[in-house]
């Protein structure tokens, strides 16, 4: 094997994207589950049973992602390579203030994409302290940019990946001293499920962006030295 | 629509020592001040303050008004609308100053609930307590501020003790400007400026509120750091 990776939200869209590759080319996945009733993951390690490990997984609960960690544990004795993929989006995400932005939403957002990423770096530690590669790879996007926002509404997604963003630099402060790199990488507009269902609309195959993603992540670069939030396109953006 | 003569403000956080001396500034300048304290530590300091204001007596009745609420709940928000609406016909300024700073102990795990109560104060609380004061802004002269802290920069390279609060700030500043995009247009003069709170004696603190009102003030609007 090619070492051991922990994707999260792999069951479609580009987490799944992920998982497939990194198979192919030679890697172990712990391919984390977050439902149960889609068949693309299981069919997919149905077709690498050596290689892809199914880990139930939801980011949202301490519970769960301590309980993941400790089943990756059964499984494995070091992670290489992380890849924090899961997010969701809002089906109120089109509301501006003033029209009655739901608060709800913003706490529900936070707590996937932005705090997801605290519980997953913590709970695995132990596992990714003894890795080879100590690689911490985030999928941020465009719209965690403050410096770029443009939008006038999209509050909880916005909000949570700006958050995002500002917990991988202070993560980034603390575990580099430690041997880790970090990847902030925006993805591009992609045809995945966000809104629940496959977006037909958008630019970009999440396979086509997953082999970019993959090679930024697994060579060596600028990146190793500063941390920075790359696109797919492999333009740098601003915090 | 003319604007009003009467300038008046809300200030949120009134109860913080940097608050307490933007109501004096304000009060001094002849605005009507509510001061709004969020949370429950109460207003004991604001009135004295007030005082040093150098208005007094029938002028500080009529024009300082205060009230305490918790930003957390939607009904006690709304509460504390109908307290500035019961004074004010109108609301030209509002002041966000409330901001919870906590950090972890060296070798503490991150508590995720921590995080999360960082953000609905610092992050979430603002944007709803500016959504519920709107509609009262319509006629004033539309101005928002918030004070927050220069910790918040993604470029500084500082340790991870404070993630949960320098998150927070990140997701105030991205509400705020996603804010501006949309009332900018609509006549509104947004201000961010930046503090570093861990400094400051309370001398000080009176040139420091001076300085973050007159910023507030000025016609350029752009993030600005005190
Ligand atoms: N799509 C785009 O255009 C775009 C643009 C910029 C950035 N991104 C980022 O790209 C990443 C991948 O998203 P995607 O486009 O592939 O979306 P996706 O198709 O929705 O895939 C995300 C996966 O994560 C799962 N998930 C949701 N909540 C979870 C939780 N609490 N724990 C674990 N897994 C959870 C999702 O399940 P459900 O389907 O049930 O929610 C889904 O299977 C995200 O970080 C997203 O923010 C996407």
Redesign the pocket.
């Known amino acids: 094997m090619k070492g051991t990776a922990l994707v999260?939200?792999a069951?479609?869209?580009?987490?799944l994207a992920f998982a497939s590759q990194l198979a192919s080319q030679g890697w172990r996945v712990l391919a984390?589950q977050?439902?149960l009733e889609?068949s693309e993951l299981l069919d997919l390690a149905r077709c690498h049973p050596k290689q892809i490990v199914l880990l139930p997984?939801?980011?949202?609960s301490d519970a769960s992602v301590r309980e993941a960690a400790r089943r990756a544990s059964k499984e494995v004795k070091a992670i290489d390579l992380v890849i924090h993929?899961?997010?969701?989006?809002s089906p109120f995400k089109d509301q501006e203030i003033g029209s009655g932005l739901n608060y709800k939403e913003m706490i529900r957002l936070y707590n996937?994409?932005a705090i997801?990423l605290l519980r997953v770096t913590e709970a695995f530690r132990s596992l990714t302290d003894v890795g080879g590669l100590k690689r911490q790879c985030i999928?941020?996007?465009?719209?965690g940019s403050i410096e770029r926002s443009h939008r006038k509404a999209w509050f909880s997604y916005c909000m949570s990946?700006a958050a995002l963003n500002m917990g991988v630099a202070r993560l980034y402060e603390e575990l580099r001293h430690e041997g880790y790199t970090y990847r902030l990488f925006?993805?591009?507009?992609?045809k995945?499920?966000?809104s629940?269902v496959r977006?037909d609309a958008?630019e970009l195959e999440?396979h086509e962006v997953a082999t970019m993603a993959l090679h930024y992540f697994l060579t060596s670069g600028e990146a190793d030295r500063r941390l920075m939030m790359s696109d797919w396109q492999g333009q740098v953006w601003p915090w | 629509m003319a604007t009003p003569e009467k300038k008046t403000i809300v200030v949120i956080g009134a109860e913080h020592p940097l608050g307490e001396q933007m109501c004096a500034f304000w009060l001094a300048e002849g605005w009507t001040v509510f001061a709004a304290a969020a949370g429950t530590e109460g207003m004991e300091g604001v009135k004295p303050v007030a005082n040093t204001s150098g208005v007094g007596g029938e002028a500080l009745l009529s024009r300082f008004h205060e009230s305490t609420f918790n930003p957390l709940e939607a009904a006690s928000i709304e509460a504390m609308v109908l307290d500035v609406e019961s004074v004010m016909d109108h609301v030209d300024m509002i002041v966000h100053c409330a901001l919870r700073c906590e950090a972890m102990e060296p070798g503490e795990c991150i508590d995720s609930h921590q995080v999360m109560a960082l953000y609905t104060y610092n992050a979430v609380a603002p944007l709803r307590i500016t959504e519920a004061l709107l509609p009262l802004m319509e006629g004033g002269r539309r101005r928002i501020g918030f004070i927050t802290d220069s910790r918040g920069g993604m470029y500084e390279e500082v340790d991870g003790r404070h993630i949960g609060y320098d998150m927070s700030l990140a997701a105030l500043r991205m509400g705020v400007k996603n804010m501006s995009n949309a009332l900018g247009p609509e006549g509104f003069a947004i201000r961010t400026v930046m503090l570093d709170m861990q400094r400051g004696s309370d001398l000080e603190m009176n040139r420091r509120a001076q300085l973050v009102c007159q910023r507030l003030t000025e016609e350029r609007d752009e993030e600005g750091e005190v």
Not at chain 1, 11 to 15: I, K, V, W
Not at chain 1, 57 to 60: F, K, M, P, Q
Not at chain 1, 139 to 143: D, G, L, Q, T, Y
């Open positions: 999260t939200g069951d479609r869209g580009l987490g984390g977050y439902l889609w997984l939801d980011i949202s993929n899961a997010a969701v989006s996937v994409n997801g999928i941020s996007s465009e719209a990946k925006h993805p591009g507009w992609m995945t499920y966000m629940g977006n958008a999440p």
